[in-house]
Nanobody, 124 residues
C-alpha cells in the first residue's frame, strides 16, 4: 500500500521560512516523480513545484520561483519543500503527490497518490 505523510507546517510571520517534509512508504518515491500542491480556502488546488524521478530536474510555479526549493532524499524516501521569504498569500494546506507520468506535471489529475496535507499559515 502506498502512503504519503506530510509534516512541517505551522504558523510563521511574513518573511520567515518553513521546511515541509513528505515521507513515503513502500515503493513510492523510488520510481515516482513528485509534486507539491497547495489549496487555500475557497480556491482550487494549485501546483507549486515538481521534481522528476530521473535526473532530479525541477519545475516551479511562477508565484514561488526563487523562494521555494523542492528536493528529495532517496535514501530516506522523503520529499522536501524549503519555503523562504514566505508571504501571507502562501497561506494554504500543502499536499505532496506522486506520479509515474512525465507530462502535464502541473495538473493535479496527473498524480496518483496524495498525502493528507499540512497547514501553512503566514501572518502579516
Amino acid at each position: 500500500q502506498v502512503q504519503l505523510v506530510e509534516s512541517g507546517g505551522g504558523l510563521v510571520q511574513a518573511g520567515g521560512s518553513l521546511r515541509l517534509s513528505c515521507a513515503g512508504a513502500g515503493r513510492i518515491l523510488k520510481k515516482h516523480s513528485m509534486g507539491w500542491f497547495r489549496q487555500a480556502p475557497g480556491k482550487e488546488r494549485e501546483f507549486v513545484a515538481h521534481i522528476r524521478w530521473t535526473g532530479g530536474s525541477t519545475y516551479y510555479a511562477d508565484s514561488v520561483k526563487g523562494r521555494f526549493t523542492i528536493s528529495r532524499d532517496y535514501a530516506k524516501n522523503t520529499l522536501y519543500l524549503q519555503m523562504n521569504s514566505l508571504k501571507p498569500e502562501d497561506t494554504a494546506a500543502y499536499y505532496c503527490a506522486a506520479t509515474t507520468s512525465a507530462i502535464a506535471i502541473t495538473a493535479a489529475t496527473t498524480y496518483d497518490y496524495w498525502g493528507q496535507g499540512t497547514q501553512v499559515t503566514v501572518s502579516s
